[in-house]
């Protein structure tokens, strides 16, 4: 009897500390530190589907982009505050592909994200922006957690010091991941088919 108490308390310990340990490793536990800084990436070209809806959906949207070039970088601009509750489910964004940087992409890139209905747009490079400390990629569900962890920390920081800095944007690589909110040429972020509307 006491062996199989023993058993269930070792079983019990060694599932908690696996528990804890994948939670760490999709980077919950991860510090987020947020800052003032030249963005990871400028001036790109990106193809681009417009969404409306809860933010978490941008998952399947990368999936639905990457199903057409998988070796390229994902990109997401979220253009309403997701710590609005009233909005949480009506909330506007653009998803898709990263094309290419400083460079126009290939006409037949261009072609086959078009014949996709993908939208094409040139994003400004610029030398200042709020970002978020880089977090590693390691699933999906690590792209889940940090969203919902950095956005509330960057929307804190934005409002803590008064900047003006929209959208934010996540830059999904291979194995991490970037956010980003602009402090100048914010209009230029808000692609064809998106109101610049900011309040």
Not at 3 to 8: A, E, S
Not at 107 to 125: F, H, V, W
Not at 158 to 182: G, R
Not at 188 to 193: I, M, S, T
């Amino acid at each position: 009897m006491i062996g199989l108490i023993v058993m269930i308390i070792v079983m019990t310990l060694c599932l908690t500390a696996t528990t804890v340990y994948l939670l760490a490793y999709i980077g919950l536990f991860k510090h987020v530190d947020v800052t003032v800084g030249k963005p990871e990436i400028t001036n790109i070209w990106i193809a681009y589907k417009l969404c409306t809806g809860s933010y978490s959906n941008c998952l399947y949207d990368f999936v639905e982009a990457s199903s057409i070039y998988k070796d390229l970088p994902n990109i997401a601009i979220f253009y309403d505050n997701l710590l609005d509750k009233s909005k949480q489910y009506d909330l506007r964004y653009a998803a898709g592909l990263i094309l290419s940087e400083s460079k126009e992409p290939d006409e037949e890139q261009i072609d086959l994200m078009k014949r996709y209905g993908y939208k094409i747009a040139q994003l400004p490079a610029i030398d200042h922006s709020v970002k978020a400390s880089t977090l590693f990629f390691t699933s999906s569900l690590s792209s889940y957690i940090a969203s919902h962890r950095v956005f509330p920390a960057m929307y804190q920081y934005i409002s803590s010091t008064k900047l003006s800095a929209h959208p934010v944007i996540q830059l999904c690589f291979k194995d991490v991941t970037h956010f980003m909110a602009p402090l100048s040429q914010q209009k230029d972020f808000f692609v064809d088919g998106i109101e610049y509307v900011y309040k």
